[in-house]
């Protein structure tokens, strides 16, 4: 009998625990659009106001799918495309990405991301690296996001490392 009680009312708990596990969790999609910015070469230290500093050097796009708990840390896994210019690459990072989105306003929340995984290059034989992405921005009512980020991707193309520094703007849509 004292087995049969135990066994209720583990059963009991661990429903009781999975609801409210439920109710602390959903999912989440994540699209995005960046614009990388690349030094300017033609600039010259002498031309302060004539030519910008920085130009867009390419354009990425990624989708990503996750889960996210009491509306502020999540896991994700995201893949997409990073076309950049300047170097004539297009990339395919696929990688898993850490959220961390606490509130600081009302409706805004400051977001953190950081992503690891596998960059593979379209159309150059072997190319690939690993892919570590950081990320900073303001998550406005939890449906879009604008940030700045970096990314590494972990090879080299005509003996320099490819890295970017972008500005993107992410929509969120939770179930």
């Known amino acids: 009998m004292k087995l049969f009680k135990a066994i209720v009312f583990l059963f009991v708990f661990c429903q009781s625990f999975s609801q409210n596990k439920q109710s602390n969790f959903s999912n989440f999609t994540q699209f995005e659009i960046t614009v990388p ?10 031309e302060i106001r004539s030519k910008p500093w920085y130009k867009p050097s390419g354009l990425g796009t990624k989708l990503g799918y996750g889960y996210i708990f009491h509306n502020w840390i999540g896991i994700s896994s995201h893949s997409g495309l990073d076309l950049n210019w300047d170097s004539k ?10 959220s961390i989105s606490p509130k600081i306003a009302d409706e805004t929340r400051l977001i953190t991301q950081f ?6 290059v379209l159309g150059r034989g072997n190319l690939a690296g690993n892919y570590y992405k950081a990320r900073i921005g303001f998550l406005n009512n939890d449906d879009f996001s604008l940030f700045i980020d970096s990314s590494f991707y972990g090879f080299k193309f005509n003996q320099q490392s490819l890295n970017t ?11």
Do not use: T
């Open 37 to 46: 910015f690349g030094l300017n070469e033609q600039k010259e230290l002498n």
């Open 165 to 175: 520094i972008s500005l993107g703007l992410s929509v969120f849509s939770f179930d």
């Open 115 to 120: 992503g690891f995984g596998q960059s593979f």
């Open 89 to 98: 690459l297009i990339s395919v990072p696929i990688y898993a990405q850490l």
